[in-house]
């Protein structure tokens, strides 16, 4: 009844439950991946950038479904910006792995 009536409000239905849902999933799989990172600190230096790259995977399947259920409801524009929401938080997130790379270049230049 309420998707018929009210399409914004159903797509801000949709969005609210995808995100409360994916939000009590990472609850769920927070210790899972705390374990993966400190198995990997165990044997690498590497832990961080894994750390950041294991976020900017679930910060992609949490817009590319929200985005999805957007469209399908006929709110191209809005999954349109969810996409984009999210290409921002993943690249804040990556901007520790980008310094590193900038400054290993400078050092490897000689300057």
Do not use: W
């Not at 809005?78 to 400078?106: C, D, H, N, W």
């Amino acid at each position: 009844m309420l998707f018929e009536t009210k399409k914004e409000y159903a797509v801000l239905l949709r969005v609210s439950a995808i995100i409360i849902l994916s939000l009590s999933v990472l609850y769920v799989l927070n210790d899972k991946i705390n374990e993966i990172i400190s198995f990997i600190s165990q044997y690498t230096d590497y832990h961080k950038p894994i750390s950041i790259m294991l976020k900017g995977a679930i910060i992609s399947f949490i817009t590319t479904l929200c985005s999805d259920i957007c469209s399908e409801c006929g709110s191209v524009s809005v999954g349109k910006v969810i996409q984009f929401a999210g290409r921002v938080m993943i690249f804040i997130l990556s901007y520790p792995l980008i310094e590193t790379v900038i400054k290993t270049a400078v050092s490897f230049s000689g300057e």
